[in-house]
Nanobody, 123 residues
């Protein structure tokens, strides 16, 4: 079992930055691939970024590539999402998730989810 708790969301002006954190508890955290997804009102949940546990490779949605950075600290059981150059279209609830296996960009591959943290970007 893995429990995930996100933090770091808030209100920021366009062009600003935020860093989201996802604290995990439970066994074998370091063996899980981690991902960030987001869901805007009236829209489906979409993939944002992911990081492998084995090789540390990272993956990004095209919409955030070059602006967002995912990282993890296994010793602290924490994964981060650094978000720079934020745009109003980045406004959404951001979710942290953990997967044992499967496609990094597919939400159904993820076994555990946090409760989400709101990010609002004003224009």
């Amino acid at each position: 079992q893995v429990q995930l708790v996100e933090s770091g969301g808030g209100l920021v002006q366009a062009g600003g930055s935020l860093r989201l954190s996802c604290a995990a508890s439970g066994s074998f955290f370091s063996r899980y691939g981690m991902g960030w997804f987001r869901q805007a009102p009236g829209k489906e949940r979409e993939f944002v970024a992911a990081i492998n546990w084995s090789d540390g490779n990272t993956y990004y949605a095209n919409s955030v590539k070059g602006r967002f950075t995912i990282s993890r600290e296994n010793a602290k059981n924490t994964v981060y999402l650094q978000m720079n150059s934020l745009k109003p279209e980045d406004t959404a609830v951001y979710y942290c998730a953990a997967r044992w296996k499967g496609s990094y960009s597919t939400s159904v591959a993820y076994d555990y989810w946090g409760q989400g943290t709101q990010v609002t970007v004003s224009s």
